[in-house]
């Protein structure tokens, strides 16, 4: 079962960036769907991102133009690097993997076997 560990949230002015991480206990590359998500107090959880194994990524509308998804396979590590954030996405963002889902099963918004903690954003 592999661990997933998120780091690199906090606070922000509207307008401004940050970058997510999340690291995963075993090798990742080429063999799980990865995928990012939040969710707010009193909301539905809300895909953001997701990339295959083939390094293929979907994005939800709303982070289009504004969000990337990578990852480093030699670090075992996932992405997040989000601009022009904005006060209504401020939430708790969750890194997911499955080693179950691939092409059109693997998208953003699908419920992924593995996730981690969370890292808590908030945008002011």
């Known amino acids: 079962q592999v661990q997933l560990v998120e780091s690199g949230g906090g606070s922000v002015q509207a307008g401004g960036s940050l970058r997510l991480s999340c690291a995963a206990s075993e090798l990742i590359e080429n063999t799980y769907c990865l995928s990012w998500f939040r969710q707010a107090p009193g909301k539905e959880r809300e895909g953001v991102a997701t990339i295959d194994s083939a390094g293929n990524t979907d994005y939800a509308d709303s982070a289009k133009g504004r969000f990337t998804i990578s990852q480093d396979n030699a670090k075992n590590t996932l992405y997040l690097t989000k601009n022009s954030l904005k006060p209504e996405e401020t939430a708790m963002y969750y890194c997911?993997?499955?080693?179950?889902?691939?092409?059109?099963?693997?998208?953003?918004?699908?419920?992924?076997?593995?996730r981690g903690q969370g890292t808590q954003v908030t945008v002011s």
């Open positions: 997911a993997a499955d080693p179950w889902r691939s092409g059109a099963f693997c998208y953003t918004g699908a419920d992924f076997r593995y």
